[in-house]
Each structure stands twice: as C-alpha cells, then as structure tokens.
C-alpha cells in the first residue's frame, strides 16, 4: 500500500514533537521523531512509504497538496499538535476533497485526547489514539485487505454517520522490534534533510533517537499519553544504533536522547555507559534527565560521552512543586548541580513561571534561583496546559482557561502563549514575566562572560552558541 505520512504545513520551524509545540525563541526544531518511527514499522511492514516534513521543507499548503496528488497514496497520516489543529484538520480536508479513495488518519497528543471532537470538526476518517507504531500498520493492513476497522486496536473511525472506537492497544512491550529511528532519517531525509534540525543546546548536526518510552512518574503538565509505562530497548540495541549513527552517519556531531527521563533506571544506564565505552563509541550524547539522578549515574554517563542534561527545575517552592506532582525538592536541584558541575556537565535548565497556586513573588524567586543555578541554557515557560491532562483539567475547573480556541496558544509569531490567567497572574503578566526573566537570566556579566571563554575555548561549542543566538537575540531585544 502507498502511505504516506505527513508532517503538515504550518508556520516556518513549527515544531510539533516538542512537549510544547511553537516556534522556538533559540531556534530549535524538532525532528518529527514518532512519525519517522511509525514510517520504519511501516516499511518493516511491506508498505510504500513516503516521510515527508513539509515543515522542514518550508512548503506551503499548495506545494503539499500538489506532492500529494503525484504521489497518490492510499493511506495518509498525518501529525497534529494542540496549537496547529485547525490547521492540521484543513490540510486533511484538503487531502480529502482532492482524492477519491484516500483514508486520512491523524496522530498525536491532541487528537489522543479528543478524538471525537477532532472528527466531528474535520473529514479525516480516523484518530489513532496514543502509541500508534503498530495501529497505523495495522490500519494499513486492514485496508489493503479490504477488512473491517473495528478489528484495529487503538483508532476512532467514521462508520457511515456514526463514530466507532475500537479496543484499546495495549503498549508496545519489545522496543528492539521497532526500527532504529536513525536509519529512517537518512533514507528520508539524507544528509542535507537532518542539517535542517537543529537543538539549541546540542551540538549540530544531531540526531534524536528514543532509547525507551514512558515515563514513571506523572507531573500534570505534561501532555505525553503514556505515563506510569517505563519500557526500554535493550542496551545492545542502542548501542547498536550509537555504531550504525558513528558509521553511517559521519557527520553527525551529537545524539539527543529524547526518552522522557533517560537515566531513570540506574543499573540500565550504567550497562548502556559502559557499553559504549567498550565499544569506543565517540560521539557526545545528551539527553533529558530529573534532579534525582544521583552523582554514580552521572559519573558514568560522563564517562561515556554525555555531554547536556536537559532537567525540569520548574520552581524551587515546594508547594509548586507538590501541586504538579514532581516529586523533588530545592535540596534535589541544587545537589544535582553541585554533581554536574564538579563531573563538567552542562544543563539546559527548564523553569515553569506560573504553576498551581504561585503568585507574583513565588514566579520572582524562581527566576532568581535560576540565575543562582546558573545553567548552561535556561528555558523559562509559562504554565502550558493541553487536553488530556491534569493541568488542563485543574485550568477549565477552576475558571482560569481564557479560551479553548487552540490557535490561541501561540502568539502570531507562533511562540507559545499560555491561556491561563488567575486573579494576580494572568496569562499577559506571565508571558511579560517569562520575557523578563531571559533577560535578567542571559545579559548578566557573570553568565555572559563565562560563556566567552567557552566559546573561545571550544569552537564547536561556539557554534551551537552563535546559531541559536542569532534566532534569541531578536527575542530578547
């Protein structure tokens, strides 16, 4: 079957696949890394497959429409993000009206938390809800075989004027079934297509690979669909991968580990480090980290090429904390530093401005601990909340949700806006906040001239700096 799956067109470096999908304001963008994925199961699968970011690619709406009719696919998956889903639902309408026997399927957070609303207000003919790897082979095995789709676990399809939802899938148990995500970047992609993405705190060129999925823990913000699920590739498997990455792709100067919380599991992560030690793998690596990865796991990981951490601080009051869930401390954050500082880790520190039950003064002292933390890169965020979780829940609940336009979630340059606004906080105040805080945080003489030296002394440290500079500097400007 012809499949094509589809990271649709929307404003220029839109990246859907981040937890907070925008236009960045230090210019990183996203590799649509869960649809690449479900284009190798497809491939496994026998299909003719085709990955296309319109996106990276900077088409429009027309040049889309005009790659889909030559191609002509049967099967078509597309992405979809909260704040580009009236976007994302007319590129499926227009896919729609111009071919006759296409099914269109749409995929992600949003439409795994509202299904039905999403085909009541759109001509796709199915949702694939949460882990959709094997549902859409699935799906496109059930439709090349002319069978019926309420046999496929996991979708919400139109059935003549009714909306049928099937059995729920059960997640994927073995991850080294699935493709390594890396070779599918460069049949798709090739050299000059992953020169397109870029992480302002990594390295580039790089690639992002999943070495697990899930996550056990279950802080309220968070949008991904399978918390509490912790599943993990074997450590040959990955580092199987980290050879195939140094081999074939030459070029690539870095891999970011994209699994929810990397390190979590710590005997895991010291085999995997030691593994790629045994190996002689060279390439740095980065990845996404909590403040309870103790000094041992950080030791290692060092060792075998680690290079950032990317961590949630969020706040340094308990309270914040307690109210999302996050199950650390300010003593957790500030020995988590003191180990990657005496180890020469860098961290991208992540700060949320404006969490449950934080006012004015509390969103002050988090800026200030974060300039006393000193990260490498600091990410300063208003409180974002999505449908299908808590925080979202706890906005509509308590009054506080502005709107439920999804469009506006971003601002017109299609950076993120929060749509939560309480008595003392609203969301104007938290956006003017989140832009004051980069300012204070990156024009301090004790961040700025540090961060000289490192660029005088490392160049491909410079690099990265420079890159994502020229994108910040209009925004903090």
């Given at each position: 079957m012809k499949v094509l799956?589809?990271?649709?067109?929307?404003?220029?470096?839109?990246?859907?696949?981040?937890?907070?999908p925008c236009v960045t304001k230090g210019g990183t963008f996203y590799y649509p890394y869960y649809l690449a994925y479900a284009t190798g199961v497809l491939e496994q699968n026998g299909h003719n497959?085709?990955?296309?970011?319109?996106?990276?690619?900077?088409?429009?709406?027309?040049?889309?429409?005009?790659?889909?009719?030559?191609?002509?696919?049967?099967?078509?998956?597309?992405g979809t993000s909260t704040p580009s889903i009236y976007n994302d639902m007319s590129v499926a309408d227009a896919i729609k009206n111009s071919l006759e026997n296409v099914h269109v399927s749409l995929v992600g957070t949003h439409v795994t938390a509202m299904p039905e609303w999403t085909l009541k207000n759109c001509k796709a003919d199915s949702v694939c809800i949460g882990e959709y790897d094997y549902t859409v082979r699935d799906l496109a095995e059930a439709l090349e075989k002319n069978q019926n789709l309420k046999n496929v676990k996991g979708i919400v399809f139109r059935d003549g004027k009714k909306l049928v939802r099937t059995k729920p899938r059960e997640l994927i148990k073995n991850l080294d079934e699935l493709p390594w995500v890396s070779e599918v970047y460069k049949k798709h992609f090739g050299k000059k297509g992953i020169m397109k993405y870029f992480y302002a705190s990594l390295l580039w060129p790089q690639v992002t690979i999943l070495t697990a999925r899930g996550c056990p823990f279950n802080c309220s913000f968070c949008p991904i669909p399978f918390k509490h699920s912790y599943r993990a590739r074997s450590?040959?498997?990955?580092?199987?991968?980290?050879?195939?990455?140094?081999?074939?792709?030459?070029?690539?100067?870095e891999v970011m580990i994209e699994d929810d919380t990397f390190p979590v599991s710590k005997k895991r992560t010291i085999e995997l480090c030691k593994e790629l030690i045994k190996r002689g793998i060279k390439l740095k690596w980065s990845c996404n980290a909590r403040v309870d990865t103790d000094f041992e796991t950080l030791k290692w990981m060092k060792r075998a090429g680690c290079r950032l951490l990317c961590v949630g601080f969020e706040s340094p009051e308990q309270s914040s904390?307690?109210?999302?869930?996050?199950?650390?401390?300010?003593?957790?954050?500030?020995?988590?530093?003191k180990y990657t500082k005496i180890l020469g880790l860098l961290v991208n520190g992540c700060f949320i401005l404006g969490l449950p039950g934080e006012t004015k003064e509390t969103v002050k002292k988090t800026i200030e601990f974060a300039k006393k933390l000193n990260c490498d890169t600091a990410q300063f965020y208003p409180l974002m909340v999505y449908p299908g979780t808590e925080a979202y829940e706890w906005a509509k609940k308590n009054g506080y949700l502005e709107t439920e336009d999804f469009s506006k979630w971003l601002h017109e340059n299609g950076t993120m806006r929060t749509t939560v606004s309480r008595p003392g906080l609203s969301s104007a105040m938290l956006d003017e906040m989140c832009t004051l805080a980069r300012k204070s945080y990156y024009l301090r003489l004790s961040y700025l001239i540090p961060k000289f030296f490192q660029m005088l002394t490392n160049p491909a440290e410079a690099l990265r700096t420079l890159k994502s500079f020229k994108v910040f500097w209009r925004h903090i400007i």
């Amino acid at each position: 079957m012809k499949v094509l799956v589809l990271n649709p067109p929307y404003l220029p470096r839109f990246s859907r696949q981040s937890r907070s999908p925008c236009v960045t304001k230090g210019g990183t963008f996203y590799y649509p890394y869960y649809l690449a994925y479900a284009t190798g199961v497809l491939e496994q699968n026998g299909h003719n497959v085709k990955l296309v970011d319109a996106v990276a690619n900077e088409w429009d709406h027309e040049t889309t429409l005009k790659f889909v009719k030559k191609f002509q696919p049967e099967l078509v998956v597309i992405g979809t993000s909260t704040p580009s889903i009236y976007n994302d639902m007319s590129v499926a309408d227009a896919i729609k009206n111009s071919l006759e026997n296409v099914h269109v399927s749409l995929v992600g957070t949003h439409v795994t938390a509202m299904p039905e609303w999403t085909l009541k207000n759109c001509k796709a003919d199915s949702v694939c809800i949460g882990e959709y790897d094997y549902t859409v082979r699935d799906l496109a095995e059930a439709l090349e075989k002319n069978q019926n789709l309420k046999n496929v676990k996991g979708i919400v399809f139109r059935d003549g004027k009714k909306l049928v939802r099937t059995k729920p899938r059960e997640l994927i148990k073995n991850l080294d079934e699935l493709p390594w995500v890396s070779e599918v970047y460069k049949k798709h992609f090739g050299k000059k297509g992953i020169m397109k993405y870029f992480y302002a705190s990594l390295l580039w060129p790089q690639v992002t690979i999943l070495t697990a999925r899930g996550c056990p823990f279950n802080c309220s913000f968070c949008p991904i669909p399978f918390k509490h699920s912790y599943r993990a590739r074997s450590v040959k498997d990955v580092a199987d991968e980290f050879e195939y990455i140094q081999n074939e792709l030459p070029y690539v100067r870095e891999v970011m580990i994209e699994d929810d919380t990397f390190p979590v599991s710590k005997k895991r992560t010291i085999e995997l480090c030691k593994e790629l030690i045994k190996r002689g793998i060279k390439l740095k690596w980065s990845c996404n980290a909590r403040v309870d990865t103790d000094f041992e796991t950080l030791k290692w990981m060092k060792r075998a090429g680690c290079r950032l951490l990317c961590v949630g601080f969020e706040s340094p009051e308990q309270s914040s904390l307690e109210a999302v869930h996050k199950r650390t401390t300010k003593e957790m954050q500030e020995r988590f530093m003191k180990y990657t500082k005496i180890l020469g880790l860098l961290v991208n520190g992540c700060f949320i401005l404006g969490l449950p039950g934080e006012t004015k003064e509390t969103v002050k002292k988090t800026i200030e601990f974060a300039k006393k933390l000193n990260c490498d890169t600091a990410q300063f965020y208003p409180l974002m909340v999505y449908p299908g979780t808590e925080a979202y829940e706890w906005a509509k609940k308590n009054g506080y949700l502005e709107t439920e336009d999804f469009s506006k979630w971003l601002h017109e340059n299609g950076t993120m806006r929060t749509t939560v606004s309480r008595p003392g906080l609203s969301s104007a105040m938290l956006d003017e906040m989140c832009t004051l805080a980069r300012k204070s945080y990156y024009l301090r003489l004790s961040y700025l001239i540090p961060k000289f030296f490192q660029m005088l002394t490392n160049p491909a440290e410079a690099l990265r700096t420079l890159k994502s500079f020229k994108v910040f500097w209009r925004h903090i400007i």
